[in-house]
């Protein structure tokens, strides 16, 4: 399986290459003459005439597909999904809203249904979040900190997310908020283990549980948040230029229904570097947030790890759950360009990644190993109104690599 990804991110890479080239000796009369202004995938298929559209068009838009993905722990994706966009009102100065729906079931025999949205209301008094999940799931983890490298410890777990963030505008593009946060993880149980060998027993996970005071089996973090949030995006779907800023400090109260009490502070910044006046795909994107634990105790399974943000992104090149600790940082940048010399249909990235996490139980502090990941892919314009792409990515890790499909930009 490996060979095969390899051979096919090589013919992707040499395709991509070849048509950047091709589309950098494109003279400036011929691209004069062509229709260069956005077009998606519908169109090329279709070969209409289209003409830009002046204004902004403020209704619902729907693209519903049959969903088809893969990445590493969960293997190949099926199900149907829909990827939502719509302005709110008529008043032109209202950001793009946006959302996610998702049901699918996995060849590694997992099931995941999740509605995510971000919604600005009428001229953007309000900035609404959700992250709503049903997990029914099964990954490896190998413990806390970029340092652990020991074996893979197998896991089925069930999982309920409810996270809500409610911000108003308070000035230009700053906005401050209370959020709910609610993380469920039920019938949690550990693969593999010899039940007459205790010292097999003693996982990465079961280990945290026993010193932390934490139930083996089901773990409830109930808490609220104070939230400030910097956006001036000019698309959160796919940001040609713009910054994105967020400060979230959750605290789970046991009166709420959590297990214990404990803190946990989430930072993150995205900023969007254009690199050419004419043709906006080309740019570069830089990605970095930070989770810290600052005080009591977090459930295991809580504690923020590789490919479990917002949008399931961070840290390709390695598996989902690969890296976890009491404290994370991650940071990213995409190197964004037009493959498709006038149109924009398809549009290539370059990559790279480094990811570090803390384990405060070995005393291993944040930056003491880093991990990092490289790699490239594709792009195809499937909605050029509201710049919803498909991914095609290939990464590499150390001793480790990832293809990923999916919709909507990393970040």
């Not at 068009?57 to 722990?73: C, D, G, M, W």
């Not at 995941?112 to 600005?120: E, R, V, W």
């Not at 946060?181 to 060998?197: E, G, R, S, T, V």
């Amino acid at each position: 399986m490996k060979r095969i990804h390899f051979l096919l991110a090589l013919l992707v890479f040499s395709v991509l290459l070849c048509l950047h080239g091709n589309s950098q000796q494109l003279p400036d009369s011929i691209a004069h003459k062509q229709d260069c202004f956005q077009k998606d995938i519908f169109d090329v298929i279709s070969r209409k005439k289209i003409f830009p559209r002046p204004v902004i068009e403020r209704k619902l838009r729907v693209l519903a597909i049959p969903t088809l993905s893969y990445a590493p722990v969960t293997g190949l994706q099926l199900g149907a999904g829909a990827s939502l966009s719509w302005n709110w009102g008529r008043d032109l100065s209202t950001r793009l809203s946006a959302g996610m729906v998702q049901a699918v079931w996995t060849t590694e025999r997992q099931f995941i249904a999740q509605i995510k949205s971000n919604i600005y209301t009428h001229r953007n008094i309000l900035y609404l979040q959700t992250d709503w999940r049903l997990y029914i799931f099964r990954m490896d983890t190998w413990g806390l900190g970029t340092g652990a490298m020991g074996d893979a410890y197998p896991m089925i777990f069930d999982w309920i997310k409810f996270h809500n963030v409610i911000s108003g505008k308070i000035a230009g593009n700053v906005y401050l908020g209370i959020g709910y946060h609610l993380d469920y993880h039920f019938k949690i149980a550990q693969l593999n283990l010899d039940p007459d060998n205790s010292e097999i027993k003693m996982t990465p996970y079961s280990k945290y549980c026993l010193l932390h005071g934490f139930n083996l089996n089901k773990n409830i973090a109930s808490g609220l948040s104070a939230n400030i949030v910097y956006d001036s995006r000019d698309n959160i779907i796919n940001p040609y230029k713009g910054i994105y800023a967020n400060v979230n400090y959750r605290y789970n109260f046991s009166l709420l229904g959590s297990d214990q009490n404990g803190s946990q502070l989430w930072t993150e910044f995205r900023t969007y570097i254009g690199l050419s006046k004419k043709n906006p795909r080309h740019l570069i994107a830089l990605w970095t947030f930070g989770s810290f634990q600052m005080s009591g105790s977090l459930p295991y399974l809580d504690l923020m790890a590789s490919g479990f943000d917002q949008m399931n992104a961070s840290g390709r090149g390695y598996k989902q759950g690969r890296w976890r600790g009491q404290d994370y940082v991650y940071a990213e940048a995409e190197y964004r360009f037009p493959i498709s010399p006038c149109s924009g249909v398809v549009g290539g990235v370059l990559f790279a990644n480094v990811t570090t996490a803390s384990d405060r139980d070995n005393h291993v502090p944040l930056f003491a190993y880093l991990r990092p990941g490289v790699g490239f892919g594709v792009r195809i314009m499937v909605s050029k109104n509201d710049r919803t792409n498909i991914l095609i990515d290939f990464a590499l890790g150390q001793q480790s690599n990832g293809f990923y499909i999916q919709a909507q930009e990393i970040f």
